[in-house]
């Protein structure tokens, strides 16, 4: 019997365990399903998210590809990036470290520096947490709470049909990165797409802007592909995501390390995960003003596809026209499938 998929495990072990109207005296405007919790706050101005995300040694990182370092800079980036998914300003990070007696003094102090290098990037207090004993592997977990103007924050939820579809960057770095790390009979990634694995960088001031200005219908983060978050859109909202193959943006330090290596980028783009790049959609009125917006900001913004009418589903609408049916597939904790461990 196949193991059930990640999230089909979250929903069949928290959906229907509190009522609806319990989590609502408690303040819960939307609760588990998202990239965050959004709580309401006193005096309704704004709202709280609330996000956690756990590391494992030898699940989600591996000593031949990341060094202590960047492990805890991952770890805090990885939940800072759910913040800007919602459109919020990261504040505060609470940090669980279990460490085995293979890791020295030394080893976790490096850890220590990397997740404060991510936090004192995005301006992130480290304000408590937890250090215990592992018996074997080291785990690392963070809690990264922020802020966002009551009603303000982007859901998944918010796509209709005949929105445009947008990225806040290109993707696959991180992906093609790690294969090459991953692969030591492949040639050498260059030191670009090595970083884009060990040091992702969320798109906080992306996430503010969509969500500050009202662009933002729907938004999530690529932490597992951009399939897989694509897909997460499309079944949260009701609709189908055509995506354009020449309109998904080829870093070209990642289209020539594809070709050194005999494959093509769209595999890693697609299916690879941890860019943090934002995909998301906006009305197409607004495409023009969101342009605009992003382009004074410095900021990087491709419009690759739009909202249909049907079945929830994602598309790839290749160069003669034809589209093809994009596989619901991304890295899966549980099976450990896609991101190679990395």
């Known amino acids: 019997m196949a193991h059930p998929d990640e999230f089909a495990l979250i929903r069949a072990w928290t959906e229907g365990r509190q009522r609806a109207d319990f989590l609502s005296s408690r303040g819960v405007v939307t609760g588990i399903g998202d990239d965050t919790a959004v709580v309401a706050s006193p005096g309704g101005e704004t709202e709280w998210l609330l996000t956690v995300d756990a590391m494992a040694e030898g699940v989600h990182f591996r000593p031949e590809t990341m060094g202590d370092a960047d492990v805890g800079y991952k770890a805090m980036a990885s939940c800072i990036s759910d913040i800007a998914a919602m459109g919020g300003r990261p504040l505060h990070a609470l940090v669980t470290v279990c460490v085995p007696p293979s890791w020295t003094p030394a080893r976790t102090q490096a850890l220590y520096d990397g997740l404060y290098a991510c936090a004192d990037r995005h301006g992130v207090a480290i304000i408590g947490g937890d250090t215990t004993a592992s018996r074997a592997d080291l785990v690392i977990s963070v809690t990264v709470t922020g802020q966002v103007r009551a009603g303000r924050a982007i859901l998944r939820s918010g796509a209709s049909p005949g929105q445009k579809v947008f990225l806040t960057g290109p993707i696959g770095l991180a992906a093609a990165g790690l294969y090459g790390l991953l692969h030591p009979e492949a040639p050498r990634p260059p030191d670009s797409l090595v970083r884009a694995h060990r040091r992702p960088e969320p798109h906080v001031r992306a996430g503010l802007l969509l969500s500050e200005q009202g662009f933002g ?126």
């Open 217 to 342: 219908r729907a938004l999530n983060d690529i932490s597992d592909g951009l399939a897989s978050e694509a897909w997460e859109i499309a079944e949260a909202s009701g609709v189908g995501m055509v995506l354009r193959e020449e309109d998904l943006p080829v870093a070209g330090e990642l289209a020539a390390y594809a070709r050194r290596c005999g494959r093509s980028p769209l595999d890693w783009m697609l299916y690879g995960g941890e860019d943090y790049t934002l995909v998301g959609t906006i009305d197409a009125a607004d495409e023009d003003e969101a342009k605009r917006a992003f382009r004074e900001a410095g900021l990087p913004f491709f419009l690759v596809g739009e909202t249909v009418s049907g079945p929830p589903g994602v598309w790839l609408e290749t160069a003669t026209g034809k589209r093809v049916a994009v596989a619901k597939r991304g890295y899966d904790h549980f099976r450990g499938e896609d991101g190679e461990g990395g």
